[in-house]
C-alpha cells in the first residue's frame, strides 16, 4: 500500500514566488499534519486537520496555509516563500481516536528557499 | 506547550545497550511516543506509553513515568542497522504531537 504519499520530493524556490507541497493518504485516516523539521529543533508542526474540513494551527503557523477539501488531500501552501522556510516538510495522517492514535509520516519534501 | 528534553548525541557498541531518556512538562499528558529516524527518511513509530510502566517490543523497550515526567527508550543487542535519530513526542490534550529535537545515536563496531 501506498500510505501517505508527498510531491515533490525535493524543490529550489525562488524567494517571493509560491508553492504548495502536496500531501495524499489512502489509510482513510480522519487527521493529517505538516511539519518542518530543522538542524536541531527537531519536528515543529505547522497546520493541523482533524477532519475533512477543518483545519489548525500548530506551532509556527506564519507564513503557510492549508485546505482539506477531502480526507484523502492535505496540500501546503507557501504565499510568498523567504529563505527562512527552506526545511524538510513531512507530512502525517492518524487515524484521529483517542487512543494510541499513530501518526505515519511521508517520505518529505526537501524544500530550498533562495 | 510543551518543555520535552532528550541528550543530543549517544555513543554505543555493537551488542550494548544504550537507554536514551526523555523528560517533558505539560499540563495535560495524554500519551508519550517514541519514533525512530533514519538519516534523510521519515520518521516511523516505535513504542506508545500512556500508562506508568515498561512497554517491551523485541530489544526495544520503552518506560513512562507520568508523576515524574519521565520517560526512556532502551535499545538492546544494539545492531549497526539502529544508528538513527530517536524521537521523543508527547500528546497534549487531542491528537497533536509535541517532538523533542531528537537524539542520534551511533553504533560503532
Known amino acids: 500500500t501506498a500510505g501517505i504519499t508527498q510531491a515533490p520530493t525535493s524543490q529550489i524556490l525562488a524567494a517571493g514566488r509560491s508553492m504548495t507541497l502536496r500531501c495524499t493518504q489512502d489509510m482513510r485516516h480522519n487527521a493529517m499534519y505538516w511539519y518542518r523539521q530543522d538542524l536541531g529543533l527537531g519536528l515543529r508542526l505547522i497546520h493541523y486537520?482533524?477532519?475533512?474540513?477543518?483545519?489548525g494551527k500548530g506551532e509556527v503557523p506564519d507564513g503557510y496555509s492549508v485546505s482539506r477539501a477531502n480526507t484523502d488531500d492535505f496540500p501546503l501552501t507557501l504565499a510568498s516563500a523567504v529563505p527562512s522556510q527552506t526545511s524538510v516538510y513531512f507530512c502525517?495522517?492518524?487515524?484521529?481516536?483517542?487512543?494510541?492514535?499513530?501518526?505515519?509520516f511521508g517520505p518529505g519534501t526537501r524544500l530550498t528557499v533562495l | 506547550g510543551q518543555n520535552i528534553d532528550q541528550p543530543t548525541e549517544m555513543t554505543a557498541t555493537e551488542g550494548a545497550i544504550v537507554q536514551i531518556n526523555c523528560t517533558y512538562q505539560t499540563s495535560g499528558f495524554n500519551g508519550l511516543f517514541w519514533y525512530q529516524q533514519h538519516a534523510g527518511e521519515a520518521p516511523t513509530f516505535l513504542s506508545y506509553n500512556v500508562l506508568d510502566g515498561l512497554e517491551e517490543k523485541g530489544r526495544f523497550s520503552s518506560f513512562l513515568s507520568r508523576s515524574k515526567g519521565y520517560s526512556y527508550l532502551l535499545l538492546k543487542e544494539l545492531q549497526m542497522k539502529d544508528s538513527a535519530s530517536y524521537l521523543c513526542?508527547?500528546?497534549?490534550?487531542?491528537?497533536?504531537?509535541?517532538f523533542g529535537a531528537g537524539t542520534t545515536v551511533t553504533v560503532r563496531a
Open positions: 513526542a508527547v500528546r497534549e490534550g487531542d491528537y497533536k504531537l509535541s
Open positions: 502525517a495522517s492518524s487515524e484521529g481516536d483517542r487512543g494510541s492514535d499513530t501518526q505515519y
Open positions: 486537520s482533524n477532519t475533512a474540513g477543518t483545519t
